[in-house]
């Protein structure tokens, strides 16, 4: 135990927030611009770029709030069910 | 603006943290830390921001964080100074970052006294409107008739024009900003960031706890905030006044999306449209918003 | 070293100087403002080198204290009565971020009615907030107190903040010859702070004081507790080492006069349990075996001092400055709950008097004593506590 209560940065300081989701985010490439606006809105900074802007979400600690959904230009993000996307029941 | 692709892609404000889905609190930190590029100690009142963090031993920030009293944010913030100064530190940005209650509220002694100190730092205020940390009792800064814990039929009065009470204290940069417009956010940092002396960053944070609005239209609340009219976006270094470009086309009444539009989203507001619409009061609001501008204009133009 | 002529508000400024002290935020109140305008005029001399914060509260105060210690600096503030209750909040803060600050507090009276006076009640009503806490007696020894105050608060044992409480106007105001030190003279025994434990640094992030559920919350509070007793420890060697530097004792935890053979023992905190020296002087010649026992360090209480003396002495006269409304006088409760367990137990008498300032006598003192000696005699401890000069 510190002396007193200092804490350090970790990513996932509140465990695996993924599973806070009911809906998940997914992208369809085949439409999307690169244009980063998705990386641009998500509170949880869970969308991750490649060099080229392509977004990739990481469903270990996206909420599923749907903001980047709302905010893409191309209209390329669909919420899907968690169970749906995942096949779990 | 800055471009999306120049903006950094460092992250502090790291993943797997304690916020609600949709937070517009952490989205605005998001890009306030990456203007500040991490040089920052950053001082946290009693607010949602202090949940945020996430539980002892961890840290959802990638910053140094001192929490503090919920009153005592700008006069903690004074300290930190003075022990950078002596340590030679003068870069080092210190930033309090405190919600519209440790702002409008209980701390605005502190601040009074920290700016008119000339303290070099940076105070944000990130302004929900309301106490959400403590489950969504009215503030300084909540609107006329929005409905909160202590307030359940509306609130009877409206917010305190706290802009004007910050600029009376005559600050080195101040800034009003949108969670809604992250770049111009980002730009409005990255200002700060170069000017010494006390600065006063205030952000429009739609809180979809609080407000109840559907969690995945936290942009379009804060954009139809600006669109309306309602909230206005504007900087000051030193004297020199300038609206910004979101907000300039709206200067126009004409071209302002009725306010309605932004209360009908909120469920806060559910009283001025059910049982039945409250024309008296929406007209009472929207007049309410050409008085801002008037008065804004005014005092700085 | 060299001889200075000073109050000892004044001294408390020097000590801010002499202790190389980096940052004071302080805010003026009655007794206590000469202090900060003593630091401010050292500030615009060039002769304070640290920064120091013109404040617009004291709850400002502490919590610059706080930022500044947060970062690394050594810091300071000084108050009285409402500006130390103003703190409340802080001081619980302080304590628990473990953050060695130290902080002058020069006792007054507590409103209402407005009384500028000494009274204990605005410090002793903060013995349960962590902080350490020293009543001294003279300028010489607030003035040295102050300076071992911060390397107590800084050892890593401790880690806690210290409080030194003078009796207002009595003490502060008070001119007289105290025994300076150079900064240069002060660096070994005091080097500069370098924090042991956490410290806001953007080059090493991490955050202090986020959330600690119950699981948890227990152990912190545990470890302030044996940071705070410690110093019975830790103390006594800083201080055999200042005596050996610089030739200054000023009695311990409890500075005992005549105690030895004593078979009534005066006990109180401050500038009383100095003017009580004379009284027990004077009994002694008369041939009663009396002693005075100032009580230097309160928090944490010297449990194990207290023992001791009660094992030979067959009654404590305690002298409180301050009331626990409801329950008594400070020191007398807690001297009686510290004999509770103890082999010996002796009467303890509990006398409360000198408050708002009221004059407290050699006269009165011996009188206290008297009565003391009178129920060891006949075997009777008489009231729970006696208010002393209370008028009809
Ligand atoms: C002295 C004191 N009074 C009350 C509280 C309880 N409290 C903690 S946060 C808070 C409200 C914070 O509201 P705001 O500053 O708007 O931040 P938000 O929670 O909305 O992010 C209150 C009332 C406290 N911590 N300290
Ligand atoms: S916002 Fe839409 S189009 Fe733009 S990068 Fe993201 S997914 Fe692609
Ligand atoms: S759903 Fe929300 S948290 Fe998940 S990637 Fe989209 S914006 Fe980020
Ligand atoms: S209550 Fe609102 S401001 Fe607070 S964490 Fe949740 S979404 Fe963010
Ligand atoms: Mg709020």
Redesign the pocket.
């Known amino acids: 135990m510190p002396k007193s209560p200092y804490s350090v940065p970790v990513v996932g300081s509140t465990g695996k927030t993924g599973s806070w989701r009911t809906f998940d985010p997914v992208?369809d490439y085949d439409s999307?611009?690169?244009?980063?606006?998705?990386?641009l809105y998500c509170p949880e900074a869970s969308i991750d770029l490649e060099e080229d802007?392509t977004?990739h979400i990481d469903y270990d600690y996206c909420k599923g709030c749907g903001i980047?959904a709302q905010?893409?230009?191309?209209k390329?993000?669909e919420m899907v069910r968690t169970t749906e996307r995942t096949g779990a029941k | 603006m800055v471009a999306i692709r120049e903006m950094p892609m460092k992250e502090y404000v790291l993943k797997g943290n304690a916020a609600c889905a949709g937070c517009m609190d952490t989205l605005s930190l998001r890009h306030a830390l990456k203007a500040l590029e991490g040089d920052v100690i950053q001082v946290v009142p009693a607010c949602c921001t202090s949940v945020i963090q996430s539980l002892w031993p961890k840290s959802g920030l990638g910053v140094p964080v001192l929490n503090t009293a919920f009153m005592a944010a700008a006069a903690t913030a004074s300290g930190v100074r003075a022990a950078l100064k002596v340590k030679g530190r003068d870069d080092t940005q210190v930033m309090v970052w405190a919600g519209d209650g440790g702002t409008f509220d209980i701390g605005i002694q502190a601040l009074s006294g920290a700016f008119e100190r000339r303290t070099d730092f940076l105070y944000v205020c990130y302004n929900n409107q309301v106490y959400s940390n403590t489950g969504t009792q009215r503030s300084g800064a909540t609107p006329l008739y929005a409905q909160t814990t202590t307030t359940w039929y509306g609130k009877t009065e409206p917010e305190k024009m706290l802009d004007l009470v910050v600029a009376a204290h005559e600050p080195a940069y101040q800034a009003t900003a949108n969670a809604a417009y992250p770049r111009d956010l980002y730009d409005k940092f990255r200002r700060a960031r170069e000017i010494h002396g006390p600065k006063f960053i205030h952000i429009f944070i739609p809180c979809p706890q609080a407000w109840n609005y559907p969690v995945e239209k936290g942009v379009e609340v804060g954009k139809l905030a600006v669109e309306t009219g309602y909230w206005i976006l504007w900087e000051r270094i030193g004297d020199e006044f300038r609206l910004s470009p979101q907000s300039k086309r709206y200067q126009d009444p004409s071209k302002r999306k009725p306010i309605e539009e932004f209360l009908k989203l909120q469920g806060r507001f559910s009283r001025l449209f059910k049982p039945k619409k409250d024309e008296k009061k929406i007209a009472e609001l929207q007049a309410y918003v050409q008085h801002r501008w008037d008065i804004l204009l005014r005092t700085f133009t | 070293m060299k001889t200075m002529l000073m109050s000892a508000n004044y001294a408390a400024a020097r000590a801010v100087v002499s202790a190389r002290v980096e940052v004071v935020a302080a805010y003026p109140i009655t007794p206590a403002t000469t202090v900060p305008e003593q630091i401010a005029l050292l500030d615009e001399e060039g002769i304070y080198k640290g920064e120091f914060i013109r404040v617009e509260s004291e709850h400002s105060a502490m919590f610059a204290c706080i930022g500044a210690s947060s970062a690394g600096a050594r810091a300071f503030t000084a108050t009285s009565s409402n500006g130390l209750l103003l703190m409340d909040e802080a001081l619980h803060w302080a304590a628990a971020a473990r953050l060695p600050i130290v902080l002058a507090n020069i006792n007054r009276s507590v409103s209402p009615s407005w009384n500028i006076h000494v009274t204990h009640d605005d410090s002793m009503s903060k013995r349960d907030t962590g902080w350490i806490q020293f009543y001294v007696a003279s300028v010489d020894e607030f003035y040295h107190t102050i300076i071992q105050a911060f390397r107590l608060a800084e050892d890593e044992r401790v880690l806690m903040p210290v409080m030194v409480s003078a009796d207002g106007f009595v003490l502060s105001h008070t001119v007289s010859p105290f025994d300076y030190l150079e900064p240069e003279e002060v660096d070994e025994f005091l080097p500069p702070y370098k924090p042991p434990h956490w410290v806001m640094d953007p080059d090493n992030p991490i955050s202090h004081g986020n959330i600690v559920f119950p699981e948890y919350y227990q152990e912190f509070r545990y470890q302030m507790h044996e940071g705070s007793k410690n110093s019975l420890k830790v103390y006594p060697e800083i201080e055999a080492e200042y005596k050996k530097l610089f030739g200054k004792y000023f009695g311990g935890m409890i500075a005992q006069h005549r105690c030895d053979d004593a078979e009534v023992v005066f006990t109180a905190q401050g500038t009383v349990g100095a003017e009580a020296i004379d009284a027990v002087d004077e009994l002694r010649e008369q041939g009663y075996k009396v002693g005075v026992a100032r009580i230097r360090m309160y928090r944490p209480f010297p449990v194990e001092e207290i023992r001791k003396l009660a094992s030979h002495v067959k009654a404590f006269a305690s002298f409180d400055r301050g009331v626990s409304y409801g329950f008594g006088g400070h020191a007398a409760n807690d001297i009686r709950a510290a004999l509770y367990h103890s082999p010996h137990r002796p009467f303890v008498k509990s006398y409360i008097g000198g408050l708002g300032g009221r004059d407290v006598t050699v006269e009165d003192i011996k009188e206290i004593i008297l009565a003391t000696v009178r129920a060891v005699e006949t075997g009777e401890l008489g009231p729970e506590e006696t208010w002393h000069d209370l008028l009809e």
């Open positions: 992208i999307c611009s690169r244009c980063r606006t998705c990386w802007g977004p980047c905010v893409c230009p191309k390329c993000i």
